[in-house]
């Protein structure tokens, strides 16, 4: 029998007939032996590898179908817990992504003017000595700190290996444009109010891979569960929102905080569809219901909080018995005892004997002081369930019904990244981590905030190094001083940068090491980067494939697909490997890139540059590596006592015996080094609901700054408080009455921040971005279904597609991120024609605790437009141009080069 074995031009034509998902799911194989067609063909065995994907943040099972050394399929790994062999669009996309035409393969330096796209192929070796010399000339002229390293954080488990060059080399300033903007503020206000777990932070975060309760459906007591400015069905879809399909079946109850009506939207029986950016506002009505209506957990608030505890007003420190009573302890603090009607020091972890006050206002030695829990109340005082619909622009009844269910627990409220993405970022984590504190939903069965095991094996792998970084280099972080909560991850503030490098204040900013998308499709106000680019005088971008980014760049690195890459996976208390299955061209991993730039500095001089290849100046962190076997190979052997490729023969490897692992309670465990509790991981040993920590790292910089810093310009909050969206459309102002509709976005599930636009598959099911408008909006404004609009902020224009739905409030639009690989090598290299980034927001105010920027709750007006951008592919046969190239190498080349 004669196998069919089509050329490229036939497989296009019967694409055109099939539909191209059929066609090459069964011909992919054909494609890499077209010059045989008239061979009689020998059947190929099928080599199946596990690996994992990564083609967003999630950490899906996947099962590489290998047929003569190339990838034919893709399919989901039943054994990883967390997705029970459950892949999306996206992952399944991984085929056309490795096989991708447009793949950077080689280094290239330009060769014609910045962004004309001349390129010249050169060796790696000459590609990472012009970057080191270049690095070492400026850090001469300028200093380290004149250098700029970011990277892709959304989906990059790698992402220490930036923040470990930068240490190493000597500047502070690194960025990647999600932290302050994502997740940041999340992790930051759980520690500092839930405090230190087993892993170094846990959150209730679902397309983080937290809220680790719901993958327990079968046995779970949760019943109820608040998805808020999240929505795992589009983010986690073949994880977390799995899960959360399987507990609604099982009768959880579900509220969603979100403008938009989702998928998970749809099916919740409560949808508060909120204003965007007034989130806070929301949240301290629930907590005053809660007050109002008793609904906390009385019992754990009064014995495991530290709402009892007393607060000077004046300071707003909590007053410790060393305050009260000469000779007390500084670390002992005092509650108001309603028995002697006096302030007494309450030893941990309680004492019988006491009746403290859960509200109140009392005076001590003279001092005005309330409880915490007091200071809260008086907080959310003016967030009435009426006054809050007012704010949010939702129903009275809706809200209260909301909050029963939410009551009726146990269970959780997830927080997602929407409130990351405006300026009272941090507030929102603080509130929504209070929330489920007061209600007692912590470490119970049921609740989504837990101290599940840490099997040690997560990104902090690539350890930061700090040694190599002197406290005066330190101090230079552009926004490290006023954002002290940005220290927590370590990274500078993109907006402070940007003015540096325009103006050269206060210090000049002149080479630029990139690796991540498309940056001016992530970053906010993308025109406002221009400018500085321009005056940059070195950029390297490293990248599968070339973006908008690259037209601006002087060197070119190709970097590995993630079915090209090596790495250790932990779902809950397993370890995972995700491992190469195929090797293209030159690219390399990007944790290589960095360390090889890393080891040139040291041979051009850069004494720490060459230090850190020394183990023993290194100890007991890990040196630098010369390739990923070597990286790996480190930090398998010191956890596991084995290779890479050991564990990979174990895969799935239990970590840690799952009763271990899933802990329940962990703070009432006796520590045998004190006979006591062990309590939660603040310094009271209870969860800090009032924030008193926020001032302490306001002041100093502690407990997340590794070297004390000066004062920021005025004290952090330690509650929650709201402030109305900065471009308002209730205020009467000139700006809102031009731009009268609210902008916000969220996670379409077919594409990964700014990747995966050039897979003809994603691109054939979501061409173009869509704005949602309402029916009233869009009649208002001429718009009808299908049709292309202009959509203007202050900052830019673009054009978007109206997707006209009653699953949007009014008066607000929506739409997601986009470029157009198609169009990268016009003027607008992509980023200009349907970009909401052009649109946003990325200048004060910004969050005072850590420095965000509006990315949600702006406003913009809408007009129809004549018709779509020039040069944007909107029909399915436009995008072939970008089928699976047939001519790919595909042994397995040796991994680094
Ligand atoms: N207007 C607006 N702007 C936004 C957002 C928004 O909602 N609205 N969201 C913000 C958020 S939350 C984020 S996180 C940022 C994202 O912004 P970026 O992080 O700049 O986004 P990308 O680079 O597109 O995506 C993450 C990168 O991780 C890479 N990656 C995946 N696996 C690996 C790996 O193994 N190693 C390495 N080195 N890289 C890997 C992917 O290829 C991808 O390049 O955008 C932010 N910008
Ligand atoms: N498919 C896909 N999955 C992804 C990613 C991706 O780019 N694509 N990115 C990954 C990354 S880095 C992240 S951070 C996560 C994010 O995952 P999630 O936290 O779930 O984030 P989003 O979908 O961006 O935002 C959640 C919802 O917030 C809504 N929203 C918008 N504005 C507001 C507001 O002001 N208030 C409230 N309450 N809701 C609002 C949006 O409509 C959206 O449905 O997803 C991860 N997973
Ligand atoms: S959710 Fe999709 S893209 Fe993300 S890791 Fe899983 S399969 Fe890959
Ligand atoms: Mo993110």
């Given at each position: 029998?004669?196998?069919?074995?089509?050329?490229?031009?036939?497989?296009?034509?019967?694409?055109?007939?099939?539909?191209?998902?059929?066609?090459?799911?069964?011909?992919?194989?054909g494609?890499?032996?077209?010059?045989?067609?008239?061979?009689?063909?020998?059947?190929?065995?099928?080599?199946?590898?596990?690996?994992?994907?990564?083609?967003?943040i999630?950490?899906?099972g996947?099962?590489?179908?290998?047929?003569?050394?190339?990838?034919?399929?893709?399919e989901?790994?039943?054994?990883?817990?967390m997705?029970?062999?459950r892949?999306?669009?996206?992952?399944?996309?991984?085929?056309?992504?490795?096989?991708?035409?447009?793949?950077?393969?080689?280094?290239?330096?330009r060769?014609?003017?910045?962004?004309?796209?001349?390129?010249?192929?050169?060796?790696?070796?000459?590609?990472?000595d012009?970057?080191?010399?270049?690095?070492?000339?400026?850090?001469?002229?300028?200093?380290?700190?004149?250098?700029?390293c970011?990277?892709g954080?959304?989906?990059?488990?790698?992402?220490?290996?930036?923040?470990?060059?930068?240490?190493?080399?000597?500047?502070?300033?690194?960025?990647?444009?999600?932290a302050?903007?994502?997740?940041?503020?999340?992790?930051?206000?759980?520690?500092?109010?839930y405090g230190?777990?087993?892993?170094?932070?846990?959150?209730?975060?679902?397309?983080?891979?937290?809220?680790?309760?719901i993958?327990f459906?079968?046995?779970t007591?949760?019943?109820?569960?608040?998805?808020?400015g999240?929505c795992?069905?589009?983010?986690?879809?073949?994880?977390?929102?799995?899960?959360?399909?399987?507990?609604?079946?099982?009768?959880?109850?579900?509220?969603?905080?979100?403008?938009?009506?989702?998928?998970?939207?749809?099916?919740?029986?409560?949808?508060?569809?909120?204003?965007?950016?007034?989130?806070?506002?929301?949240?301290?009505?629930?907590?005053?219901?809660?007050?109002?209506?008793?609904?906390?957990?009385?019992?754990?608030?009064m014995?495991?909080?530290?709402?009892?505890?007393?607060?000077?007003?004046r300071t707003?420190?909590?007053?410790?018995?060393?305050?009260?009573?000469?000779?007390?302890?500084?670390?002992?603090?005092?509650?108001?005892?309603?028995?002697?009607?006096?302030?007494?020091?309450?030893?941990?972890?309680?004492?019988?004997?006491?009746?403290?006050?859960?509200f109140?206002?009392?005076?001590?030695?003279?001092?005005?002081c309330k409880?915490?829990?007091?200071?809260?109340?008086?907080r959310?005082e003016?967030?009435?369930?009426?006054?809050t619909?007012?704010?949010c622009?939702?129903?009275?009844?809706?809200?209260?019904?909301?909050?029963?269910?939410?009551?009726?627990?146990?269970?959780?409220?997830?927080?997602?990244?929407?409130t990351?993405q405006?300026?009272?970022?941090?507030?929102?984590?603080?509130?929504?981590?209070?929330?489920?504190?007061?209600?007692?939903?912590?470490?119970?069965p049921?609740?989504?905030?837990?101290?599940?095991?840490?099997?040690?094996?997560?990104?902090?792998?690539?350890?930061?190094?700090y040694?190599?970084?002197?406290?005066?280099?330190?101090?230079?972080?552009?926004g490290?001083?006023?954002?002290?909560?940005?220290?927590?991850?370590?990274?500078?503030?993109?907006?402070?940068?940007?003015?540096?490098?325009?103006?050269?204040?206060?210090?000049?900013?002149?080479?630029?090491?990139?690796?991540?998308?498309?940056?001016?499709a992530?970053?906010?106000?993308?025109?406002?980067?221009?400018?500085?680019?321009?005056?940059?005088?070195?950029?390297v971008?490293?990248?599968m494939?070339p973006?908008?980014?690259?037209?601006?760049a002087?060197?070119?690195?190709p970097?590995?697909?993630?079915?090209e890459?090596?790495?250790?996976?932990?779902?809950?208390?397993?370890l995972?490997?995700?491992?190469?299955v195929?090797?293209?061209?030159?690219?390399?991993n990007e944790?290589?890139?960095?360390?090889?730039?890393a080891?040139?500095?040291?041979e051009?001089?850069?004494?720490?540059?060459?230090?850190?290849?020394?183990?023993?100046?290194?100890?007991?962190?890990?040196?630098?590596?010369?390739?990923?076997e070597?990286?790996?190979d480190?930090n398998?052997?010191?956890?596991?006592?084995?290779?890479?490729?050991?564990?990979?023969?174990?895969?799935?490897?239990?970590?840690?015996?799952?009763?271990?692992?899933?802990?329940?309670?962990t703070?009432?465990?006796?520590?045998?080094?004190?006979?006591?509790p062990?309590g939660?991981?603040?310094?009271?040993?209870?969860?800090?609901?009032?924030?008193?920590?926020?001032?302490?790292?306001?002041?100093?910089?502690?407990?997340?700054?590794?070297?004390p810093?000066?004062?920021?310009?005025?004290?952090?909050?330690?509650?929650?408080?709201?402030?109305?969206?900065?471009?308002?459309?209730?205020?009467?102002?000139?700006?809102?009455?031009?731009?009268?509709?609210?902008?916000?976005?969220?996670?379409?599930?077919?594409?990964?921040?700014?990747?995966?636009?050039?897979?003809?598959?994603?691109?054939?099911?979501?061409?173009?971005?869509?704005?949602?408008?309402?029916?009233?909006?869009?009649?208002?404004?001429?718009?009808?279904?299908?049709?292309?609009?202009?959509?203007?902020?202050?900052?830019?224009?673009?054009?978007?597609?109206?997707?006209v739905t009653?699953?949007?409030?009014?008066?607000?639009?929506?739409?997601?991120?986009?470029?157009?690989?198609?169009?990268?090598?016009?003027?607008?290299?992509?980023?200009?024609?349907?970009?909401?980034?052009?649109?946003s927001?990325?200048?004060?105010?910004?969050?005072?605790?850590?420095?965000?920027?509006?990315?949600?709750?702006?406003?913009?007006?809408?007009s129809?437009?004549?018709?779509p951008?020039?040069?944007?592919?909107?029909?399915?046969?436009?995008?072939?141009?970008?089928l699976?190239?047939?001519?790919?190498?595909?042994?397995?080349?040796?991994?680094?080069?």
């Open positions: 029998m004669k196998q069919l074995v089509l050329n490229r031009r036939q497989f296009l034509k019967a694409t055109a007939i099939t539909g191209i998902t059929t066609a090459l799911s069964g011909s992919v194989n494609l890499t032996r077209m010059e045989a067609a008239e061979e009689p063909a020998k059947i190929a065995e099928t080599k199946i590898i596990k690996t994992c994907c990564r083609g967003c999630g950490k899906c996947i099962l590489a179908h290998m047929k003569d050394g190339r990838l034919v399929k893709l989901g790994d039943p054994d990883q817990p997705t029970r062999g892949v999306c669009a996206k992952g399944l996309a991984g085929i056309q992504a490795l096989y991708n035409p447009n793949r950077n393969k080689y280094p290239m330096v060769v014609g003017a910045r962004g004309e796209n001349k390129w010249k192929r050169v060796s790696w070796q000459e590609a990472i012009t970057i080191a010399k270049k690095l070492m000339e400026v850090r001469e002229k300028h200093g380290a700190e004149a250098v700029l970011t990277t954080g959304g989906g990059n488990p790698e992402f220490g290996s930036v923040r470990r060059f930068a240490s190493v080399f000597g500047t502070p300033n690194w960025f990647e444009p999600g302050q903007q994502c997740y940041m503020p999340r992790t930051l206000s759980y520690k500092m109010i230190q777990t087993e892993m170094w932070y846990q959150t209730t975060s679902i397309a983080d891979s937290e809220a680790h309760e993958y459906y079968e046995d007591p949760m019943k109820s569960l608040v998805l808020w999240a795992p069905a589009y983010n986690s879809p073949s994880q977390g929102g799995r899960a959360v399909t399987e507990l609604r079946a099982r009768g959880v109850q579900t509220v969603v905080v979100d403008p938009r009506f989702t998928a998970d939207a749809s099916k919740a029986d409560v949808w508060l569809p909120i204003r965007p950016g007034t989130d806070v506002a929301l949240e301290l009505c629930w907590i005053k219901y809660i007050i109002d209506h008793r609904l906390y957990d009385e019992e754990f608030v014995k495991w909080s530290n709402l009892p505890f007393l607060v000077n007003t707003k420190m909590c007053v410790r018995e060393s305050e009260i009573t000469p000779g007390g302890d500084s670390n002992t603090y005092v509650v108001w005892d309603q028995k002697t009607q006096s302030a007494k020091p309450l030893p941990y972890p309680w004492d019988d004997r006491l009746d403290p006050a859960l109140g206002t009392f005076t001590v030695n003279g001092i005005e409880t915490g829990f007091q200071l809260y109340k008086e959310c003016p967030f009435t369930l009426d006054k619909a007012e704010i622009w939702l129903e009275t009844d809706k809200i209260e019904k909301a909050i029963k269910i939410y009551a009726q627990g146990p269970g959780g409220l997830s927080l997602g990244v929407a990351d405006n300026p009272q970022s941090a507030q929102a984590a603080m509130a929504a981590c209070a929330l489920d504190l007061m209600m007692g939903y912590v470490q119970k049921g609740s989504l905030l837990q101290n599940f095991g840490d099997v040690k094996f997560a990104d902090s792998a690539v350890s930061p190094l040694k190599f970084i002197s406290p005066e280099q330190f101090q230079k972080r552009l490290g001083i006023e954002y002290k909560g940005a220290n927590s991850w370590g990274s500078c503030h993109n907006p402070t940068v940007l003015e540096a490098i325009k103006t050269g204040k206060p210090y000049p900013v002149k080479v630029w090491l990139e690796r991540s998308g498309n940056k001016l992530m970053l906010g106000n993308a025109s406002s980067w221009i400018e500085a680019i321009e005056k940059m005088e070195f950029i971008h490293m990248y494939y973006t908008s980014f690259s037209a601006y002087d060197v070119l690195l970097t590995t697909e993630w079915l890459s090596d790495y250790v996976v932990p779902p809950l208390n397993m995972f490997v995700r491992q190469a195929t090797h293209t061209y030159e690219t390399m944790t290589v890139i960095w360390a090889k730039i080891k040139r500095c040291g051009l001089g850069h004494q720490a540059c060459k230090d850190a290849f020394d183990p023993e100046k290194t100890a007991p962190e890990q040196p630098y590596w010369n390739s990923m070597e990286f790996l480190w398998c052997k010191k956890k596991l006592g084995m290779t890479f490729k050991e564990l990979a023969q174990k895969v799935p490897y239990e970590a840690m015996p799952i009763s271990k692992w899933r802990r329940y309670y703070y009432k465990e006796i520590d045998p080094k004190t006979g006591k062990k939660f991981g603040r310094p009271s040993q209870k969860v800090e609901i009032y924030g008193e920590a926020f001032i302490t790292l306001g002041r100093t910089g502690a407990p997340v700054s590794p070297y810093l000066p004062p920021a310009s005025k004290d952090y909050d330690p509650l929650p408080y709201f402030e109305e969206p900065f471009e308002s459309p209730l205020a009467d102002s000139e700006l809102a009455k031009t731009f009268p509709l609210v902008m916000t976005n969220g996670r379409l599930p077919y594409f990964h921040h700014g990747t995966l636009r050039n897979i003809p598959w994603l691109r054939e099911i979501y061409p173009v971005p869509e704005i949602w408008i309402h029916p009233k909006a869009a009649k208002k404004y001429g718009i009808s279904q299908g049709e292309w609009v202009n959509v203007e902020s202050q900052r830019g224009k673009i054009k978007a597609k109206a997707w009653e699953g949007i409030n009014p008066g607000v639009v929506y739409m997601e991120r986009f470029w157009t690989p198609e169009t990268l090598n016009t003027n607008t290299h992509g980023w200009q024609e349907v970009n909401v980034n052009v649109l927001k990325n200048d004060a105010p910004f969050n005072d605790v850590i420095g965000t920027y509006t990315l949600r709750g702006y406003l913009v007006r809408v129809k437009a004549d018709g951008p020039k040069g944007v592919w909107l029909k399915p046969e436009e995008f072939k141009a970008w699976p190239e047939p001519s790919d190498p595909t042994q397995l080349k040796d991994k680094e080069v």
